[in-house]
């Protein structure tokens, strides 16, 4: 069964400075790939997703993510943060099993502080 | 609609009682995704729906917990002899042709059972 791991449960940075939150998967084909922000009493918004291709994906609100097969990572990047980017930040993945699809399976999520 | 829609928004109950909480995705979305979100916690699935059927019913935390889809849009998530653990945010999403598209989620139903 496929997992996800993001190892940092909060994360605290300065505005302006620059931002990687971890993610970590498990499965044995390439997945489809997801982060999603949720801002509190909010629903969850799609950041940015990778299915194939480009292994550098760009997404809203200035973040970008990489995907590393090596790696099993899937780590999403921010160069200067901004204090409306504190919220709460979930990796997911998935794929399609039999020629149908499946639901996403979610990480526990990092909480992102962001300091004036 | 031009979102997921969820309703109620907040919702208290007393324990033993019934709850419906109902989802409405947007409009063509085949595929409709229930899930929770306990406090601190990551998000659990519950069920998916592809049109008005259920392939995948194994996140259900018990036979408690029971939904549908009729129409292949609105869906109603209905918990039966509700327990304080019950107590979450469930959240809604729906995407276009599975999950391939990346989901759209609604704002959640907070369920208060004191």
């Known amino acids: 069964a496929q997992s996800v791991t993001q190892p940092d449960i909060h994360i605290t940075v300065s505005e302006g400075a620059s931002l990687e939150l971890r993610c970590n998967y498990s499965?044995?084909?390439?997945?489809?790939l997801f982060w999603y922000v949720q801002s509190p009493g909010q629903g969850l918004q799609l950041l940015l997703k990778?299915?194939?291709?480009?292994?550098l994906v760009q997404g809203i609100k200035g973040f970008e993510a990489e995907f590393k097969r090596s790696q099993s990572s899937f780590n999403l990047r921010k160069p200067s943060v901004h204090w409306s980017d504190a919220a709460e930040y979930f990796c997911?993945?998935?794929?399609?099993?039999?020629?149908?699809?499946?639901?996403?399976?979610f990480g526990s999520g990092t909480q992102l502080t962001v300091l004036p | 609609g031009a979102g997921v829609s969820q309703s109620p928004s907040n919702k208290v109950t007393e324990k033993g009682k019934d709850v419906e909480l109902r989802c409405d995705p947007i409009?063509?979305?085949?595929?409709l995704y229930w899930y929770r979100q306990s406090l601190g916690q990551g998000l659990e699935f519950l069920i998916y729906?592809?049109?008005?059927?259920?392939?995948?019913k194994s996140g259900l935390p018990s036979d408690r917990f029971s939904a549908e889809r009729t129409g292949g849009s609105v869906s109603t998530l209905t918990i039966q002899r509700t327990q304080q653990e019950d107590s979450a945010v469930y959240l809604c999403?729906?995407?276009?042709?599975?999950?391939?598209?990346?989901?759209?989620f609604g704002s959640g139903t907070r369920l208060t059972v004191v």
């Open positions: 999403a729906s995407s276009r042709t599975g999950q391939g598209h990346g989901y759209t």
């Open positions: 499965y044995g084909a390439t997945p489809y």
């Open positions: 990778y299915f194939s291709g480009d292994t």
């Open positions: 997911a993945v998935g794929f399609i099993s039999s020629g149908s699809a499946r639901q996403l399976t």
């Open positions: 409009s063509g979305h085949t595929a």
């Open positions: 729906f592809q049109g008005n059927s259920a392939p995948d």
